[in-house]
């Protein structure tokens, strides 16, 4: 199954309705809970990447930097 939502794709799966792939933080409460379980544990998807796109400019806006700033130390830890 495949959707846009992931929350939508959780639903499905404990409705019985499929295999779905969903982030592990999105999905680990119901592994946990015993409402799903893994497959493929072998399998790794793709890092897909994250990109910021912002104008040219001399100087940034300080929100600006600070938004970029947490993006990089987020991407990092969540491996992507």
């Known amino acids: 199954m495949?959707?846009?939502?992931?929350?939508?794709?959780?639903?499905?799966?404990?409705?019985g309705q499929g295999i779905v792939?969903?982030?592990?933080?999105?999905?680990?409460?119901?592994?946990?809970?015993?409402?799903l379980v893994t497959v493929l544990d072998d399998y790794q998807a793709l890092n897909l990447g994250m990109y910021a796109l912002y104008p040219e400019a001399r100087h940034l806006p300080r929100r600006v930097r600070l938004l970029l700033d947490f993006l990089v130390a987020h991407s990092k830890a969540c491996n992507i």
Not at 9 to 15: G, Q, T
Not at 21 to 35: C, L, S, W, Y
Request: proline share 3%; no cysteine.
């Open 21 to 35: 792939r969903v982030p592990n933080f999105i999905a680990r409460q119901n592994i946990e809970a015993g409402d």
């Open 2 to 15: 495949n959707a846009d939502s992931a929350q939508f794709l959780l639903a499905a799966a404990k409705a």
